[in-house]
């Protein structure tokens, strides 16, 4: 199964749930887009109707998983596969301390070894393309030679599709949120892995804001994966079918679009969703616009108001 990897939205916590996908997808045809990390512990012990529903409009739509035992991986990419996600994703790149805690995320970037015995497994488990999200390096465990190594592992593990957040990670000393920032970008190695290993399905990831910037490294790259921006300000996703996918339907408009999350937002409501777990999403799609502050707050004071339907969603600015 081949997917189109040109662009996509990234996994981010308490930000690209069901909802957030849904409504991106009204949005962009074409662009992948990811869930959350779920954890294996989560879904093997866990609610997977909570963890792993999903509408069927949301296709393309990748699962990732965060775990580092091969037998668990295995289980529950075959979970994921079972669901229907498109692809299945692991986590190599997430560096706060409660992952590393948990033993995934970017510390298993110094286990290159485990990810691959874990893709192994994963890629015995399914037919659904497997791949892997990770930085540049770790800590001082961050020289060219050493992301090579790694990278040759999973090339010989199988992996479909490698995701390279262009920063490494200081897995002590730095919060997520700085490590999202301070490291410093790296784009020249994302290339230069590229050129290392021309046929592994390389995606860039970090620091990319346009589609413009985006369509730069498409000629050398297979894809680009971009992520707070799409989700703060995602109405750059617009253009992506024509820019990017060479699709030339007119594009809706934000009231459009708005009007097509209605019937959704009123299901979910319907089955006891609470409309701000939905309407948050939508805060950014006025994003630079005239009445846009306007928008954000009376979306967000309307949503609280006890008994608030889908009348809130009724207009934009």
């Known amino acids: 199964m081949q997917l189109d990897r040109r662009l996509s939205v990234a996994p981010m916590m308490d930000w690209t749930d069901r909802h957030c996908r849904f409504f991106l997808r009204l949005i962009s045809r074409h662009t992948l887009l990811y869930t959350e990390m779920v ?82 497994a994963m890629k015995d488990a ?18 060219y030679d050493e992301l090579v190594d790694f990278v040759g592992n999973l090339v010989h593990a199988g992996c479909d599709a490698l995701i390279v957040h262009a920063r490494k990670a200081w897995l002590k000393g730095l919060s997520p949120k700085e490590n999202r920032d301070v490291p410093p970008l790296r784009h020249d190695l994302v ?38 921006e799409a989700y703060q300000n995602p109405w750059i996703l617009a253009q992506a079918d024509r820019i990017i996918f060479g699709d030339h339907r007119p594009t809706p408009t934000r009231h459009e679009v708005l009007e097509r999350f209605r019937p959704y937002a009123e299901h ?9 777990a939905m309407s948050r999403h939508l805060l950014g799609l006025f994003h630079g616009q005239p009445g846009a502050r306007h928008w954000r707050r009376r979306l967000t004071e309307g949503a609280q108001t006890s008994g608030a339907g889908v009348e809130v969603l009724s207009s934009g600015p």
């Open 268 to 276: 979910q409501l319907a089955t006891g969703v609470a409309l701000t």
């Open 39 to 120: 954890t294996t512990g989560a879904l093997i012990h866990g609610d997977r109707e909570r963890l792993l529903r999903f509408d069927p409009a949301e296709h393309p739509v990748a699962l990732q998983l965060g775990g580092s035992d091969p037998a668990d991986m295995a289980r529950c990419a075959r979970i994921g596969a079972d669901w229907g996600y498109d692809e299945i994703n692991m986590n190599v790149g997430c560096p706060s301390d409660r992952v590393q805690r948990g033993r995934f995320g970017a510390c298993l970037m110094a286990e290159p070894g485990l990810v691959a015995d874990c893709l192994t």
């Open 191 to 228: 290339l230069r892995l590229k050129g290392d290993f021309p046929d592994l399905a390389i995606v860039i990831n970090g620091g990319i804001k346009t589609l413009e910037e985006a369509s730069g490294f498409l000629p050398r790259l297979n894809g680009v994966m971009i992520g707070r």
């Open 126 to 143: 399914v037919t659904r393309p497997v791949t892997v999200k990770t930085r540049i390096g770790i800590d001082d465990r961050d020289s």
